[in-house]
Structure formats: C-alpha cells, structure tokens
T-cell receptor, first 115, second 113 residues
Framework: DADVTQTPRNRITKTGKRIMLECSQT?????MYWYRQDPGLGLRLIYY???????NKGEISDGYSVSRQAQAKFSLSLESAIPNQTALYFC????FGRGFPDTQYFGPGTRLTVL | GNSVTQMEGPVTLSEEAFLTINCTYT??????LFWYVQYPGEGLQLLLK?????DKGSNKGFEATYRKETTSFHLEKGSVQVSDSAVYFC????????????FGQGTRLTINP
C-alpha cells in the first residue's frame, strides 16, 4: 500500500462549488504539506503543518483553507472554486525529527479541473 | 529571496546519450539541494541530495555536485535509458525559518530508443 494517499485522484467541478481534497499518510510523519503544480511553474506551496496544532500559510494560500484532523490526515479545501485553481495538487509529508535536511514524500496527486 | 532556475525543457535524447540538466540557485544562508523526479502519472520522488558545498549526490546512475562558487547543482547521467523519461525538479531548502522546499519549474526529459 502507498505511504501517502490522496483522494480523489481526479475531480471536475464547476465555478463556485466547494471542494475538499484529502490526504492520508501511514509514515508516522509530523509534517505535512499541500502543493499545486502548474505547467512551467514547478510546485508552489499552499499550506503546511508541522503538527496537529501548527498550520501555516505557504506562498499561494489565498482561496484555500486546510484542516489537520489528525497526525495522519491533512485536507485542503477550496471554499468557492474558480477556473484558475485548475491544477495538479500534491500532498507531501516529512519527518524532521530524523535530522536536517528531511526528505519529503509525495502522494500521487489530484488533478482538479474547475469549469 | 530563495529561488531555483532550471534549464528550459523539453529535452529529447537518444538512448545511451549523456545527460545534463542545469540548475542554479539563489539563497540566503547555506541551503541543501535536491533533485526530485516525477514519472508519468505519479508524485515526486527524491532522486538525490547534497547538504554542503562540494558534496556529490548520486542515485540510479545520476549525479549532481553542490558547487557553491557557481551556485549550481547540475544533474548528469552518463548513459540514459528510455525508463529515465520523466520530469526532473531541482529544489533547495534553507535551514532557517520554516525550512520549506523551493522548486524550480521542472524539466521534461524524453528518451527515445
């Protein structure tokens, strides 16, 4: 079984709809991240969480919110989706406790299309 | 600020050719440097990393050397295979602050038989 899973893998929705993307991990890591990937732009950080009580904005958090329900679960929400949020979304985890620099482990991605 | 600039893609090579994908960076402090690879339909995987100047990261025949004097971390492989076709991302992380990864834009590599 994969260590980092994302659901759904693909989603098509309409402008104005609320969408939630979910991420679960079995690696036991404290740190979790949400990125979006756009062609020619690489990956950009949306939100990150160092533990259940610590959530931080990344470089492009506007229009997004997150919830860290447990150490293993980190959800990304689009309260009112808009077309320019069409992208590939990745969840990642890392274990800082084992020393710097930690490696990030990525899920398979969710392809979101907003019409 | 911290940033990573990668060689523009796409890159197309024949099998057994020599590969170089250029990566340069701008960073405050002393970053760690990474190459991640994304195979079709999958998430990113760490390919190799280097934590200090002159370190060489290596994995699966790929190598990259941390060059502080030229702020570079170029990825090389002596003989590529069709299975190396993927998107390659250079990234850095500085030890200060939130210690977030900063990615380059990615370089798509296609290897033809």
């Amino acid at each position: 079984d994969a260590d980092v899973t994302q659901t759904p893998r693909n989603r098509i929705t309409k402008t104005g709809k609320r969408i939630m993307l979910e991420c679960s991990q079995t690696k036991g890591h404290d740190r979790m991240y949400w990125y979006r990937q756009d062609p020619g732009l690489g990956l950009r950080l949306i939100y990150y969480s160092f533990d259940v009580k610590d959530i931080n904005k990344g470089e492009i958090s506007d229009g997004y919110s997150v919830s860290r329900q447990a150490q293993a679960k980190f959800s990304l929400s689009l309260e009112s989706a808009i077309p320019n949020q069409t992208a590939l979304y990745f969840c990642a985890t890392s274990d800082f406790g084992r020393g710097f620099p930690d490696t990030q482990y990525f899920g398979p991605g969710t392809r979101l299309t907003v019409l | 600020g911290n940033s990573v600039t990668q060689m523009e893609g796409p890159v197309t090579l024949s099998e057994e050719a020599f590969l170089t994908i250029n990566c340069t960076y701008t960073a405050t402090g002393y970053p760690s440097l990474f190459w991640y690879v994304q195979y079709p339909g999958e998430g990113l995987q760490l390919l190799l990393k280097a934590t200090k100047a002159d370190d060489k990261g290596s994995n699966k025949g790929f190598e990259a050397t941390y060059r502080k004097e030229t702020t570079s971390f170029h990825l090389e492989k002596g003989s590529v295979q069709v299975s190396d076709s993927a998107v390659y991302f250079c990234a850095l992380k500085v030890p200060q602050g939130a210690q977030k990864l900063v990615f380059g834009q990615g370089t798509r590599l296609t290897i033809n038989p």
